[in-house]
């Protein structure tokens, strides 16, 4: 092979800007460097949003039971909790969002439950230095023994705080075959009766919020785990919903 020094540099400069890399050089794979923080009891979903006001991404996980938020250090590394934000709630899922009507920057948290009550969402306040409020409850409908677990949040109406979209994946009693979408819409002062929606097909598993159409306002998109099929929903412009 010719020699790299007898290229001319305007080929040596294409050769860059055409492979992102100079001709022969070897590119390595990513490599990880892994941490580990155990949690007490089973860890299941996560997500990552700001928690505490610095900046930087923690992750806040739900456990059995109830949850954990785990804070970034900002070097990549995280304090293991020392606290579990809704201590006793069973839950399956978990949603980030600004729910209520105070102008902090640090997230709440929303858990779904499929408990042997009833399916309900528990809402846990963001207070500040790891510690979050007692739970409020608010039900999403569906008899003992649904599967619930999608849900999502964003501000779907518009007005107030962060609104919440819960997924029901059918009952075991009244109303089965329902597969309803639940909002609770917000509006800064506390949350309405959930609203069901049809999910377009049966046994609702994941559920998120954007914006899929051509308006500002946030839609729905829903998996149907037993109709092998997505459910589309789209806004109203007010947080009411049509399927699409
Ligand atoms: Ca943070
Ligand atoms: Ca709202
Ligand atoms: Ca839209």
Request: with cysteine; proline share 6%.
């Amino acid at each position: 092979m010719e020699p790299l020094r007898s290229i001319p540099f305007g080929v040596v400069v294409a050769l860059v800007v055409a492979t992102g890399h100079p001709q022969g050089q070897v590119c390595s794979p990513p490599s990880f460097e892994r941490s580990d923080y155990p949690l007490t009891g089973g860890s299941r979903t996560l997500r990552l949003g700001e928690m505490d006001g610095d900046g930087d991404l923690d992750i806040a996980v739900v456990k059995y039971p109830g949850a954990a938020v785990l804070f970034n250090d900002g070097r990549g590394g995280f304090a293991n909790s020392s606290t579990t934000p809704g201590a006793g709630i069973v839950a399956y899922g978990l949603a980030l969002g600004h729910y209520n009507s105070s102008a902090d920057a640090r997230l709440d948290l929303a858990l779904n439950s499929a408990d042997v009550i009833s399916p309900r969402v528990s809402l846990l306040l963001n207070q500040g230095a790891g510690t979050f409020s007692p739970p409020a409850l608010y039900g999403v409908g569906g008899a003992s023994g649904s599967g619930f677990q999608g849900i999502a949040s964003g501000n779907l109406d518009g007005v107030g705080g962060d609104d919440l979209v819960a997924v029901i994946a059918g009952s075991n009693g009244d109303r089965a075959g329902s597969h309803p979408v639940a909002v609770l819409l917000n509006n800064g002062a506390g949350f309405a009766p959930y609203v069901w929606y049809p999910s377009g097909g049966f046994f609702p598993q994941a559920v998120a919020v954007g914006r899929l159409d051509a308006d500002a306002d946030l839609d729905l998109v829903v998996t149907n785990g037993m109709s092998n099929n997505v459910g589309i929903l789209l806004n109203r412009g007010n947080g009411t919903f049509v399927s699409g």
